[in-house]
T-cell receptor, first 114, second 113 residues
Framework: DAGVIQSPRHEVTEMGQEVTLRCKPI?????LFWYRQTMMRGLELLIY????????DSGMPEDRFSAKMPNASFSTLKIQPSEPRDSAVYFC????????????FGPGTRLTVT | AQSVAQPEDQVNVAEGNPLTVKCTYS??????LFWYVQYPNRGLQFLLK??????LVKGSYGFEAEFNKSQTSFHLKKPSALVSDSALYFC???????????FGKGTRLSVIA
């Protein structure tokens, strides 16, 4: 398996622009997670899905952030409009049914908003 | 609520010496505990986990971790450190059920040749 795939790997955009980050989880995994990592705040869970359904989005910082999972093999995280404080590395992770199973992380998308 | 603490932001160790990266946790029930490693410009990689059974868990790259219920700790160890072990290490905990992993803030390990 190719592992969790994220695109793009790097994104540079100007403040106010819309940004869309993409994730393909490992085939057969039931759970998908979006995280944000910054030096100041560490690793933060933004939202997670089970069988394509959002379960907990309490970590989404503002209404500017939205996430979708239209099918089992694809998810997007959208920021509209983007702001400089959104600059971070965004990770997607997936896992089999929770409990005993570890999460597998993608390589991340480094977002820079100028 | 579940939580995990990594009391050291940075750990320095000489190559060939044993290393320990500390982690303590807080859960209301039985914990599931995990260690991950993050190399520069990479995603987190799973190292090992404790679910039940033997308190000493062995994982990838020669790492092991010891579960101590009385001290609510799950310290990561390696008998002989390599320069290539230099990375950011995360401890994570989950309680029973379908709750997400809760990660610590990470400990940066620097192994000096």
């Amino acid at each position: 398996d190719a592992g969790v795939i994220q695109s793009p790997r790097h994104e540079v955009t100007e403040m106010g622009q819309e940004v869309t980050l993409r994730c393909k989880p490992i085939s057969g995994h039931d759970y998908l997670f979006w995280y944000r990592q910054t030096m100041m705040r560490g690793l933060e869970l933004l939202i997670y899905f089970n069988n394509n359904v959002p379960i907990d989005d309490s970590g989404m910082p503002e209404d500017r952030f939205s996430a979708k999972m239209p099918n089992a093999s694809f998810s997007t995280l959208k920021i509209q409009p983007s702001e400089p404080r959104d600059s971070a590395v965004y990770f997607c992770a997936s896992s089999l049914v929770q409990g005993l199973n570890e999460q597998y992380f993608g390589p991340g998308t480094r977002l820079t908003v100028t | 609520a579940q939580s995990v603490a990594q009391p050291e932001d940075q750990v320095n160790v000489a190559e060939g010496n044993p290393l320990t990266v500390k982690c303590t946790y807080s859960v209301s029930g039985n914990p599931y505990l995990f260690w991950y490693v993050q190399y520069p410009n990479r995603g987190l990689q799973f190292l090992l986990k404790y679910i039940t059974g033997d308190n000493l868990v062995k994982g990838s790259y020669g790492f092991e971790a010891e579960f101590n219920k009385s001290q609510t700790s799950f310290h990561l160890k390696k008998p002989s450190a390599l320069v290539s072990d230099s990375a950011l290490y995360f401890c994570a905990v989950r309680e029973l059920g379908n709750t997400p992993l809760v990660f610590g803030k990470g400990t940066r390990l620097s192994v000096i040749a």
